[in-house]
T-cell receptor, first 106, second 115 residues
Framework: KNEVEQSPQNLTAQEGEFITINCSYS?????LHWLQQHPGGGIVSLFM???GKKKHGRLIATINIQEKHSSLHITASHPRDSAVYIC????????FGQGTRLTINP | EAGVAQSPRYKIIEKRQSVAFWCNPI?????LYWYQQILGQGPKLLIQ????????DSQLPKDRFSAERLKGVDSTLKIQPAKLEDSAVYLC?????????????FGPGTRLTVL
């Protein structure tokens, strides 16, 4: 079993839909990261959180330390949100999930 | 501030050839990471530097992979000789050091294809 599991692996939705991507982990952590990777490979950090909830624009990330679970939500999804979303846990050394490929159709 | 720079962006080689990748981290970032990301998977840490010293290279295939960060700034990752299974995106990242919850900043990656 992987230390970091994401679900779903692939998600296709229509523009405007509310999106939820889940991440479960089995190791002790000091922080959880949500990353976005567009075609071409570059990775952008979206959130780093160790408790509670963070919001940035249409993106919301939550974490439940007791349940070792985090969710990334996208409200009013748009085709430009299409990307791979990766959950990673740890401090300086990160363990990555396999990613969730999100496709938003117009 | 300028981001993490990597070159080349793309490289195609034949198996058994050698290849080198270059990374220049964000100025002032003491920690530098090299990751290998195989298609459809999350990144896997190959090596982590703190200044010019190696912190973790436990997943680096040392028979063919080498990395250095001689002056504690930019870094090179070399593969010699390359195998088909080395086809992947090689990501460099950097972070400040000494503080927990360090955020890592990623470069654009180098996509390697081994034929």
């Amino acid at each position: 079993k992987n230390e970091v599991e994401q679900s779903p692996q692939n998600l296709t939705a229509q523009e405007g839909e509310f999106i939820t991507i889940n991440c479960s982990y089995s190791v002790g952590i000091s922080a959880l990261h949500w990353l976005q990777q567009h075609p071409g490979g570059g990775i952008v950090s979206l959130f780093m959180l160790s408790s509670g909830k963070k919001k940035h624009g249409r993106l919301i990330a939550t974490i439940n330390i007791q349940e070792k679970h985090s969710s990334l939500h996208i409200t009013a999804s748009h085709p430009r949100d299409s990307a791979v979303y990766i959950c990673a846990v740890g401090a300086q050394k990160l363990v990555f999930g396999q990613g969730t490929r999100l496709t938003i159709n117009p | 501030e300028a981001g993490v720079a990597q070159s080349p962006r793309y490289k195609i080689i034949e198996k058994r050839q050698s290849v080198a990748f270059w990374c220049n981290p964000i100025s002032g970032h003491a920690t530098l990471y090299w990751y290998q990301q195989i298609l459809g998977q999350g990144p896997k840490l190959l090596i982590q530097f703190q200044n010019n010293g190696v912190v973790d290279d436990s997943q680096l295939p040392k028979d063919r992979f080498s990395a250095e960060r001689l002056k504690g700034v930019d870094s090179t990752l070399k593969i010699q000789p390359a195998k088909l299974e080395d086809s992947a995106v090689y990501l460099c990242a950097s972070s400040r050091t000494g503080v927990e919850h360090n955020e890592q900043f990623f470069g654009p990656g180098t996509r390697l294809t081994v034929l």
